[in-house]
């Protein structure tokens, strides 16, 4: 069990991980290829010469197939409004079809797409280059009998490229109405569930093929240049799949709203920190070296989601973790580039990518629960501040709260033991790092003293070095002593040695609701130290 779900057990009613939105690309792959453009219209198409004018055709009488789709179905086509979010705009249009299956809308919006574009040569020919182009592209929101609400976004020139967008959570409560299982959905997550592991099982049971076949179904529908005839299955003019962006997410459900509150409390003042570079590349498993050229930054926004939302990028892929509907806890990772997780983009990919992106979120929350509750008796404390004696009868000292270079150390181990899968490192990763927390240089911090810091750890036990190698590695009990000296040290140590050197007037015209539960805490020390103090006669200078 994961330790963060372990420790919050008794709060949690129930938990499920699953893909949340999955954007994928569907391209006739040949007709990305100008050479296959112009052999499959003369072979198939028996079009000679592809000018701007046959391409013009071919787009109108795309607009037209869609005109007339629209009053076959009596479905409205319109421009949406700049600026609203398309989600929540098409509501009412899904509330007019009511229970029944099919389009509910279509949209009509000018973007940018991957189309052919004709040019006349010299000679009197015409060259053909596939190329980005701002062109009318149409939305089609719709209800399908297995994914439920959905919308494919289709390009109004050839070849056609589309774009479709499901959500498992949808899918998922079509599969429970069919086996009757009773569950409460609310927005996008489910709150109540009568079998929670069935619905896990079947989160997990989600096959290439479960998407593929409506998908390609809506496409057939859709896009009816590509009709199934002899001519078009001999040059494999079939759409692919392929993620554009992939969201897996691991929702915790507690019992009351309270319990959530104060867990999510705690989790936007101390977990800021996790997305950090460094600890970064453990969640996503990858290490982060020189040529590192992607995005590496944590940012809290707010996403519409009346909470907030705390997300780290790591290259095009992303995690964010926030509270939802009172009741859901939900980490949720990203990706914009399944390369970037050494996935390929094919939806046939899909079981190994669920479990990679699943380990993403695992090891997120279990990095959490390391940082929210790390214990360590007073008499281990004890021990690590007494000199370490070898058997050779070498002597290397203690290690002491109040030195900044170890805590440098600590500061830059914690980060770096998520840089490489297996948690191992050399001293020259860790020199920069560790110079930067000590506001110094490489060459003002060498490194020897660092060598002499880390020899100072291993003495302890807390950093090992992995045989035949020049690397180290940092334990599990290792991290958590480091974690501890650095809350005492950052969070305790130095906020009350500011509050007897520089003490701070604390804003009394603020309620105790309005203020944060650990400025309170801070607040109430901050209060009994001046009361200690005055009782043994030691006043601040005027």
């Not at 006739?28 to 391409?55: E, N, W």
């Not at 990772?333 to 939806?347: H, M, P, R």
């Not at 002499?452 to 009990?477: C, F, H, N």
Request: net charge positive; glycine share 6%.
């Amino acid at each position: 069990m994961n330790p963060f779900v372990e420790h919050h057990q008794q709060s949690i009613r129930f938990q499920y991980s699953c893909f949340d939105r999955m954007l994928l690309n569907a391209v006739v792959q040949p007709m990305q290829q100008p050479a296959m453009i112009v052999g499959f219209l003369d072979k198939c198409r028996q079009v000679p010469s592809i000018t701007k004018a046959y391409l013009r055709d071919v787009s109108d009488d795309y607009h037209r197939f869609v005109g007339r789709l629209a009053a076959e179905q009596r479905v409205p086509i319109i421009e949406p409004p700049r600026g609203v979010r398309r989600e929540d705009w098409v509501e009412p249009f899904y509330q007019r079809l009511g229970s029944r299956f099919g389009i509910a809308v279509i949209l009509k919006s000018r973007e940018n797409a991957r189309i052919a574009v004709s040019y006349a040569t010299p000679r009197g020919g015409n060259r053909i280059e596939v190329l980005t182009r701002f062109v009318w592209q149409y939305y089609f929101y719709l209800r399908d009998r297995d994914w439920g609400r959905m919308f494919v976004r289709v390009s109004t020139y050839f070849p056609f490229n589309a774009r479709v967008c499901v959500n498992q959570h949808e899918w998922l409560a079509r599969q429970l109405q069919r086996e009757g299982i009773f569950f409460r959905k609310a927005a996008n997550a489910f709150v109540q569930c009568a079998d929670p592991q069935r619905l896990q099982h079947l989160a997990d049971g989600l096959t290439p093929s479960d998407l593929e076949v409506p998908v390609q179904g809506w496409l057939r529908e859709l896009v009816p240049f590509y009709a199934s005839t002899d001519s078009n299955r001999m040059v494999d003019c079939v759409y692919r799949l392929f993620c554009s962006q992939v969201e897996y997410c691991t929702n915790l459900i507690f019992k009351e709203r309270a319990a959530l509150d104060r867990v999510a409390e705690r989790l936007l003042d101390l977990n800021r920190n996790i997305g950090r570079p460094d600890k970064l590349s453990t969640v996503f498993g990858y290490r982060i070296t020189k040529r590192y050229r992607g995005g590496l930054k944590t940012q809290i926004a707010d996403h519409h989601l009346g909470n907030p939302v705390i997300r780290s990028e790591y290259k095009d892929s992303s995690i964010k973790q926030y509270v939802r509907d009172h009741r859901v806890l939900r980490t949720e990772a990203t990706s914009y580039n399944t390369w970037d997780l050494g996935i390929g983009k094919s939806i046939s990919n899909l079981p190994q990518l669920r479990r990679v992106m699943h380990g993403i979120n695992d090891r997120y929350l279990a990095i959490q629960q390391d940082v929210l509750e790390t214990y360590i008796d007073r008499g281990q404390l004890a021990r690590l501040r007494q000199p370490t004696i070898s058997a050779s009868g070498r002597r290397t000292p203690g290690l002491k709260l109040d030195d900044p270079r170890l805590l440098a150390v600590m500061q830059a181990l914690t980060c770096f033991i998520h840089v490489a899968r297996a948690g191992r490192f050399r001293t020259r990763d860790l020199h920069q790092r560790a110079a930067e927390t000590l506001g110094l240089t490489t060459d003002t911090y060498r490194l020897g003293q660092l060598r002499y810091d880390l020899a100072k750890l291993r003495a302890k036990g807390l950093v090992v070095k992995v045989p035949k190698t020049q690397t180290y590695r940092l334990t599990a009990p290792g991290f958590r002593i480091c974690v501890v000296f650095l809350k005492l040290a950052h969070r305790v140590y130095a906020p009350f040695a500011a509050a007897v050197l520089e003490p701070v007037q604390h804003d009394a015209a603020l309620s105790d609701q309005r203020r944060a539960q650990l400025d309170q805490l801070y607040a109430g020390v901050d209060h009994a130290l001046d009361a200690l103090l005055d009782h043994l006669g030691v006043r601040p200078a005027a």
